[in-house]
């Protein structure tokens, strides 16, 4: 400890890179409660302001068919941290379908890829299906309690492959849904992949104990309208309406961004213009060539007997009646008390650590290796 003469005043930036508190601030706000106008509250207009003062919050969306296979990549970069993107996000949501078989395992490698800014806030399953939260460790205060809901599409509810597991919680009082999901896959089964959606949008079960943030909005016959904003992502396994080598044929002819002339024959897009799915949903302009399907572990289509045609089958729509102002939390929102999977957080920072000095070993060991030649 240090004491000196110094002034309060002089202090707050001497000893501290943390906003300084006033003592008035300190005697009396109520952290959990705030005034009656939750100005002062710990999700309040203050609190708000300091930690988003252009009301934006970054998320980053992540689904990923695994096809249920056992080995994971060595790295996850790729898959979270795209060299592209000038900022991490607050907010990363992976959804998983046909997951690896060690779910316990594929939170550690989330974490160690996201390392020590991030913490699991939650993470729920349905058979299969994985949906995980990380939010950045800062701000997990500002997170309600979190709920989690699952539906099955199948008509035997024992093989849970197919259907839909989502996540909500608030934060600052804004409530957040995610829903990832897979649904019923074959070429012309356009019709069973909108009973999916009617399913998982009736029977998704929440809030359950969280407020209703748009009460004069919402409906019990879908989840989507209970919530501010929802992200809805996963293998929605809709597909080009037109045979492979109709596809190949427009494959060769574009090799540009605009992929419009594919999108023409997408079933997804179709039938949500046509108003029979993800109503009041929208989805980033697609720029990439089809990711289905392609042979394990390279970029050529399937060339398996069943000869799959390229498709735009994993999804990623939000909903679009745009939360247009963010809200401190009323008083009745249960907070998450900062709690999160103490254990994984240690696990995935341990092996970022042995992971970060194999690698400098490596380099030092190169660095110290030299070549000699004579001629």
């Given at each position: 400890?240090?004491?000196?003469?110094?002034?309060?005043?002089?202090?707050?930036?001497?000893?501290?890179?943390?906003?300084?508190?006033?003592?008035?601030?300190?005697?009396?706000?109520?952290?959990?409660?705030?005034?009656?106008?939750?100005?002062?509250?710990?999700?309040?207009?203050?609190?708000?302001?300091?930690?988003?003062?252009?009301?934006?919050?970054?998320?980053?969306?992540?689904?990923?068919?695994?096809?249920?296979?056992?080995?994971?990549?060595?790295?996850?970069?790729?898959?979270?941290?795209?060299?592209?993107?000038?900022?991490?996000?607050?907010?990363?949501?992976?959804?998983?379908?046909?997951?690896c078989p060690d779910r316990r395992e594929w939170e550690i490698r989330l974490q160690e890829t996201l390392g020590p800014y991030y913490v699991m806030l939650y993470a729920a399953s349905h058979g299969v299906l994985y949906?995980?939260?990380?939010?950045?460790?800062?701000?997990?205060?500002?997170?309600?309690?979190?709920?989690?809901?699952?539906?099955?599409?199948?008509?035997?509810?024992?093989?849970?492959?197919?259907?839909?597991?989502?996540?909500?919680?608030?934060?600052?009082?804004?409530?957040?849904?995610?829903?990832?999901?897979?649904?019923?896959?074959?070429?012309?089964?356009?019709?069973?992949?909108?009973?999916?959606?009617?399913?998982?949008?009736?029977?998704?079960?929440?809030?359950?104990?969280?407020?209703?943030?748009?009460?004069?909005?919402?409906?019990?016959?879908?989840?989507?309208?209970?919530?501010?904003?929802?992200?809805?992502?996963?293998?929605?396994?809709?597909?080009?309406?037109?045979?492979?080598?109709?596809?190949?044929?427009?494959?060769?002819?574009?090799?540009?961004?605009?992929?419009?002339?594919?999108?023409?024959?997408?079933?997804?897009?179709?039938?949500?213009?046509?108003?029979?799915?993800?109503?009041?949903?929208?989805?980033?302009?697609?720029?990439?060539?089809?990711?289905?399907?392609?042979?394990?572990?390279?970029?050529?289509?399937?060339?398996?007997?069943?000869?799959?045609?390229?498709?735009?089958?994993?999804?990623?729509?939000?909903?679009?009646?745009?939360?247009?102002?963010?809200?401190?939390?009323?008083?009745?929102?249960?907070?998450?008390?900062?709690?999160?999977?103490?254990?994984?957080?240690?696990?995935?920072?341990?092996?970022?650590?042995?992971?970060?000095?194999?690698?400098?070993?490596?380099?030092?060991?190169?660095?110290?290796?030299?070549?000699?030649?004579?001629?």
């Amino acid at each position: 400890m240090v004491l000196d003469n110094t002034s309060v005043n002089s202090m707050k930036s001497t000893f501290s890179v943390l906003n300084p508190i006033r003592p008035r601030d300190v005697r009396n706000r109520s952290f959990l409660e705030g005034s009656v106008l939750g100005s002062g509250a710990l999700l309040g207009a203050e609190e708000l302001d300091r930690y988003f003062p252009e009301r934006r919050v970054g998320i980053y969306i992540a689904t990923w068919n695994m096809h249920g296979e056992k080995g994971l990549p060595n790295n996850l970069d790729d898959l979270l941290l795209p060299t592209d993107s000038e900022f991490a996000q607050d907010f990363y949501i992976i959804g998983v379908q046909e997951g690896c078989p060690d779910r316990r395992e594929w939170e550690i490698r989330l974490q160690e890829t996201l390392g020590p800014y991030y913490v699991m806030l939650y993470a729920a399953s349905h058979g299969v299906l994985y949906l995980t939260v990380f939010v950045r460790r800062d701000l997990i205060w500002f997170c309600s309690e979190v709920e989690h809901a699952t539906v099955t599409t199948r008509i035997m509810s024992q093989i849970k492959t197919k259907g839909a597991v989502g996540i909500g919680f608030t934060f600052f009082g804004t409530s957040f849904l995610f829903i990832t999901s897979h649904f019923t896959s074959g070429d012309s089964r356009v019709y069973e992949r909108i009973l999916d959606y009617n399913k998982i949008v009736e029977a998704l079960a929440l809030p359950k104990v969280l407020p209703d943030t748009n009460p004069y909005r919402s409906t019990s016959s879908d989840v989507t309208t209970r919530f501010d904003e929802v992200f809805w992502f996963g293998d929605f396994n809709f597909r080009l309406s037109k045979d492979r080598v109709e596809v190949e044929a427009l494959l060769n002819q574009n090799q540009g961004v605009d992929m419009g002339p594919l999108l023409h024959h997408d079933q997804l897009s179709k039938e949500m213009k046509d108003g029979s799915i993800f109503k009041g949903f929208q989805e980033a302009l697609i720029q990439f060539l089809p990711t289905y399907k392609f042979d394990v572990g390279c970029d050529v289509y399937d060339t398996t007997s069943k000869q799959r045609t390229p498709s735009y089958t994993v999804r990623v729509t939000v909903s679009d009646t745009l939360c247009h102002s963010y809200k401190q939390a009323s008083l009745n929102v249960l907070f998450h008390s900062g709690q999160f999977d103490r254990s994984l957080y240690l696990e995935g920072i341990r092996r970022r650590i042995t992971r970060e000095l194999k690698k400098r070993e490596a380099t030092k060991d190169q660095g110290s290796s030299t070549i000699c030649s004579i001629s």
